[in-house]
């Protein structure tokens, strides 16, 4: 038998999410700027020869069959024919369902990493549309770079960030994307914007006030983190972030989190903006 082998899932924030309309399937249309973080899931994964799909950790409220790790390597084996299987080790760091991407992140890891170790040779951009069959957020950490994204988050350009250190809170709720998505609340026409517009600060997140209205914590969070910086919430939430300019800022802040906030209790991390995936040059671009 050989070795488990250890790739890291980074999680990622959206720095503004706009909405800007609705497809006829009912998917929103959105702009968003993604920014990988160094704050990773990691999972460890061993070839197997027989073909099974083996997740041999436990992860609370996430039954094996729908794993979105377990479900990336079966598509991976349908799409390709492949005969060989896997067993899978994760150790979750990012909260699930806090809007940092941590089960995206993980199943594109899953495509990235079998596909090596698998030796499938499919291409980036293949693994790219692939991986949008498990979720819109797949995509981005398949790309690999800090990416400007439209359509429903696939129309990926790379994009360049300043080097940045985040404070991030998540609160202890169960935020649904799809929830918050289907919400009569939620603006959906939000003029097109522009990268210029995106460098002067004037973008926002259409998805925070009707997250704010259903969790007051999450409100709570951002008027909490606020008396530091202009804070804003990632995604679908209930992750909140502000940007600081050095890890000593950033951990003096970290080190003022209250326990809870509003009542409940809240997550609370730094972590430092990324470049590159650090399994970007796993696979071939074309
Ligand atoms: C909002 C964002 C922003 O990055 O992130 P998260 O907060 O989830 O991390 C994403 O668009 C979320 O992506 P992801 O979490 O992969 O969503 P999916 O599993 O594809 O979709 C969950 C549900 O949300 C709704 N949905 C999702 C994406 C989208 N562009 N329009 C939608 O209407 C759909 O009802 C869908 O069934
Ligand atoms: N490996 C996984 N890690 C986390 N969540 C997973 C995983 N596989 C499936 N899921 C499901 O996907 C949902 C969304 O997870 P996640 O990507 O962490 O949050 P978000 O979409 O808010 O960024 C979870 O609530 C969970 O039910």
């Given amino acids: 038998m050989t070795d488990f082998h250890t790739y890291p899932a980074p999680a990622k924030i959206n720095l503004f999410l706009h909405i800007t309309g609705q497809r006829a399937d009912g998917y929103h249309l959105l702009q968003t700027v993604f920014r990988l973080l160094d704050f990773s899931d990691t999972l460890q994964l061993r070839v197997r020869e027989d073909g099974e799909v083996n997740r041999i950790t436990d992860v609370p409220g996430v039954p094996a069959e729908r794993d979105l790790c377990v479900r990336a390597a079966r598509l991976l084996q349908q799409h390709t024919g492949c005969k060989r299987g896997v067993d899978i080790k994760i150790e979750k760091r990012i909260p699930m369902g806090g809007g940092l991407g941590g089960g995206s992140s993980d199943a594109a890891t899953m495509l990235l990493a079998l596909n090596h170790l698998w030796d499938l040779q499919l291409d980036r951009q293949t693994l790219i549309t692939l991986g949008l ?87 709570a969070s951002l008027s909490w983190l606020n ?60």
């Fill in 133 to 219: 069959q498990l979720g819109a957020d797949v995509p981005v950490f398949v790309f690999g770079q800090n990416a400007w994204a439209e359509g429903v988050g696939e129309k990926l350009s790379p994009i360049s960030l300043n080097p940045a250190w985040y404070v991030l809170l998540t609160p202890q709720v169960n935020v649904s994307t799809a929830e918050v998505f289907a919400s009569k609340e939620l603006t959906r026409d939000t003029k097109l914007t522009t990268i210029a517009d995106f460098s002067r600060g004037m973008v926002h997140n259409d998805l925070e006030t009707v997250v704010c209205q259903q969790h007051p914590t999450v409100g």
């Fill in 227 to 286: 008396q530091f910086s202009p804070a804003r919430m990632s995604g679908s939430g209930a992750s909140v972030f502000i940007s600081v300019d050095s890890q000593a800022e950033a951990e003096a802040i970290l080190a003022q989190v209250p326990s809870k906030i509003a009542g409940l209790p809240v997550f609370s991390c730094v972590a430092k903006g990324l470049e590159k995936h650090p399994l970007y040059d796993l696979v071939k671009n074309v």
